[in-house]
Every structure is written in C-alpha cells, then in structure tokens.
C-alpha cells in the first residue's frame, strides 16, 4: 500500500466575514455554532504536529474576526508548523501585524481582486485603501507579504495594474487564482473566464516573473503541460521546481479542515459526501491514515477521468488537474478540465487540421512526431486522418502505436482488434493487441496472440519474441521468458 505524507494543510478557522465577496467559494456570514472552540482547535494544533505536518494555511471566513486566532497560531509553531494566513486586509492594523510576528506567521496574504473600484465592487467599499494601508503595514514591520487575485472578467484587464499596485506597495509574492461556479460566484456565472483566457493569464505570469519584482505562482486552478508554465515555476521557484507539474496535493499531500472540524481532501470542495470524518471523533492522524482515505484522489487512475483527459499523455499524473474545478464546471470529477492549456492546444491543433486535404504529408508529419515521442500531437493528427480514411492499416498500426505509448491500453487494444479485423495475420497488431491486454491485466489472454505475432512474423525477425519475452518477466516467470528467447536463437 503506498504511503501518504501529510505535507501541508488549509485550516478553514471561521466561515464568519465581514465581507460578502462576489465570488466567495464558501458565501461566508457569521461564525456558526459547531465552530470548533478554543480546546478543540489547540488539540487538533498537537494532533497535526503528531501527523508530521510542514506547513499550514488559516483561512475562512475571516480568520482575524476568531478571537483566539493567536492561540492557535502559537500552538502550531509549538509542534514545528509553518503557519501562514489568508485575510481580507480589513481588520489589520499595527497591534494585529505585531502580534503575527510575535506568533511566527510566515506568510499574511491579503485578497486583492482589483485597483480602486474594481476590488471595492467585488468586496466591500473602501476595502481597496483598507488593503493598501495593510500592505503598508506588513512592510512597516518586515512581515513577508503576499496577496492573492481570483480572476474574473470584471478584473482580468487589470491585471497589470494590480501588479504595478502591489509592486509598489513591496508586496513579496501573488497568487493567481481563476473563480469557478461554487459558492456566490455560482449565480455569476457569467463572469467566468474563457477557457480561451487562460493561455493569456499564462502569458502575463511568464512576463511577470521574468521581470523578477515579484514572486508569482499561478494556483493549481490553472494552466497545466506547456512550456511556459515551466519556466514560470523554475523563476519563482527555482531550477530545482522547473520540472512537470506533479498533480492535485488533494488527499496526497494536503487536505483540508472546516470550521466543525470536518476533513476533506481541498476546502475549496463544497460537496459533504468527499467529507472524510471529523476529529471530534477520530484524530487527524487516524483519519489520513485510514486505508479508505481520500479514495476519491487516491484510488483516482487515468482511466477513471472523462473526455480528452482520459487520452491525455499526462493523465496518470495530472488526473484532470484541480478536481473542483472539474466538480463545478462538470457536475463530476470523472470528466475534462475545461481550464487546461493543454487541452485547449490541444483542440487548436484538431481545428487547423479540419478541411486539410493532404492525407500523405499529415501522415508523415505524425510519423516524425511519433519519432519524436511526441505521441499525443501524432495522436490528434493520426485520429483525424482515421475519420476520413477508417481502414487506413498503416494509420491505424500507428495509432496504436501512439496509445499504447500514451497508455491508453484500452483504446491501442479497439485500434488493433479493427486492424485484425480486416487482416486477421497482421503480426504486428497481434503484437500491439497482445501487449495492450497484457497491460490491461488480461496476460493470459495477450499472451496468445503475441504467440501468434510470432507465427505471422516475418523470418528471423526478433521484436515479437523480445516482447512476449518481456512479458513473461514482468509476471516474474523467468524460465518462460528464457524458453522464448530460445526460441529466438534456433
């Protein structure tokens, strides 16, 4: 069974707020009555040092209208967390930012969503200059600042203005965040970005952090596999973080706490049947250790997602990017994340080859991606040249060539079982079946007709053995294996 490591955590300490955000994922009001109480939360505090846990996000709500917010705060750095904080600015003032640095908060982010009436529109009045007399103060006394924007069509053009307001104010760090249908945000539906939007935001981050006067990070809402999206992380987290974007933290290693003491795998899910069990009636430590845990992240494979994501080259470890944007935009997280740049390249690439009429020079050109080991953009051309040309044995080998390469073993195994169905001696779709049903865990039965690509082979010819082969080994029968090879060699 593979072991999880609680990394890090969002501890939703309040949903009372002074504010009614436009786009508020939890429409926080007023502190409700199985808020965990002073006790509770400095036990739950031991219990997470108990789990081993690195660092921790206080958020609601409004964390700062709970009284005894410094308790927990000490509390936590007692057993070695890392506290920081997520505020809306408006109760910040000196006596507040001193007692944070007394209490050895890390990072105070503040809410930004706009410059002057835009943020005032989306928050509160007057909440703009409240945040920009916090921003003074958290540099006033060398508190590591941070603020964090949730993009939407009323302020994604100000997104270089917000840049220059918080470059200005000596802000450390900004995190951009897209809003999606949950909470109050659900009847603005409106005022969603375009999937289409996206590739921009990506842009500006890019340039943002080129230009090295602030550290920005685009939340794990947005973007996923380009290039780009590399070099944003290696600037602002350096050559060691540059490489491909690992997945959700989501039940791996994060999880989220409610203001009752609910636990789920992100506080930004809403859903109460991803609830996981609440400490009041099982410590943290049981809770993320119980072999059921988190199934829904956990136990989540490539195959079980939807649409485009099922097929995608980075599905086993991407599995749909930020599963709540996939739960509000979908209705379920087996399904596509609309917000992936990939996925938007993706269907760009599926758009220029409609009307194309040079069947021979694509299938060349996905040859050499195939090469290339570029097996999803050969893919997409391979599977337009199929719907034009569906008996096409040499797209089709190729096809299959490229999904079992992407490892999608059920789609390489419909390809060869097509191309056998017209040539049933084909030895190289006897081998692609084969080896798709070995993968698929049906060995037994891939097993055959590899024997069969060998019988259909030409002469002499080495790949099928070396396949049924490798087969063999990875079901640990080494003599099965050597008896093959064997064969090879008469």
Excluded at 72 to 85: F, H
Excluded at 270 to 286: A, M, P, T, Y
Aim: proline share 3%.
């Amino acid at each position: 069974m593979t072991e999880y490591k609680a990394l890090t955590a969002v501890w939703e300490t309040t949903v009372a707020c002074n504010m009614r955000c436009m786009h508020c994922g939890s429409a926080c009001a007023t502190a409700l009555p199985d808020e965990l109480s002073t006790e509770q939360a400095l036990a739950l505090c031991d219990d997470l040092g108990k789990l081993g846990l690195q660092w921790i996000t206080l958020s609601g709500g409004e964390p700062l209208t709970r009284k005894d917010w410094p308790q927990i705060a000490r509390r936590l750095k007692s057993n070695g967390i890392v506290t920081n904080m997520i505020t809306n600015g408006w109760l910040l003032d000196d006596e507040t930012v001193k007692t944070m640095r007394d209490c050895g908060i890390g990072t105070v982010a503040i809410s930004l969503d706009g410059v002057g009436e835009t943020h005032d529109a989306i928050r509160k009045a007057g909440s703009f200059e409240r945040n920009m007399k916090a921003f003074a103060l958290l540099k006033k006394h060398g508190q590591y600042s941070g603020a964090i924007t949730s993009i939407n069509k009323k302020n994604i053009h100000e997104l270089s203005a917000i840049r220059n307001t918080l470059i200005a104010h000596g802000v450390n760090a900004w995190q951009l965040q897209i809003c999606i249908p949950m909470g109050n945000m659900s009847h603005h539906k409106d005022d969603l970005v375009a999937p289409e939007d996206v590739d921009g935001i990506l842009d500006f981050c890019l340039e943002t952090a080129q230009q090295n006067k602030i550290t920005i990070y685009p939340a794990d809402c947005l973007g996923y596999y380009t290039d780009k999206e590399k070099l944003i992380r290696m600037y602002s987290l350096g050559p060691a973080n540059a490489g491909e974007w690992a997945g959700c933290n989501a039940g791996t290693r994060g999880f989220g706490i409610l203001h009752n003491g609910d636990v789920i795998g992100c506080t930004s899910i809403r859903d109460r049947k991803f609830i996981e069990g609440n400490i009041l009636k099982q410590s943290i430590v049981e809770l993320w250790n119980a072999p059921d845990a988190f199934q829904w992240s956990r136990g989540m494979k490539k195959s079980d997602l939807g649409g485009a994501c099922k097929t995608c080259t980075y599905g086993e470890t991407c599995l749909g990017g930020c599963p709540n944007t996939r739960l509000t935009m979908n209705g379920t997280m087996r399904s596509e994340n609309p917000y992936c740049v990939y996925l938007t390249a993706r269907k760009k690439l599926q758009e220029k080859l409609d009307g194309s009429q040079d069947a021979a020079s694509l299938f060349k050109k996905a040859e050499r991606l195939a090469r290339m080991h570029s097996y999803q953009e050969a893919g997409i051309i391979l599977e337009y040249l199929r719907k034009n040309a569906p008996d096409n044995t040499d797209v089709l080998s190729l096809l299959g060539f490229t999904h079992f390469f992407l490892e999608n073993y059920e789609e390489a195994k419909e390809v060869n079982e097509t191309i056998l169905a017209q040539k049933p001696d084909d030895w190289y779709a006897n081998k692609g079946l084969g080896l798709s049903l070995h993968k698929m865990g049906k060995s037994k039965e891939g097993i055959g007709f590899l024997e069969k690509s060998i019988q259909t082979a030409p002469a002499g010819l080495a790949d099928p053995y070396h396949d049924l082969a490798a087969v063999y080994y990875e079901l640990g029968d080494a003599g099965s294996a050597n008896a093959v090879l064997a064969r090879l060699r008469v």
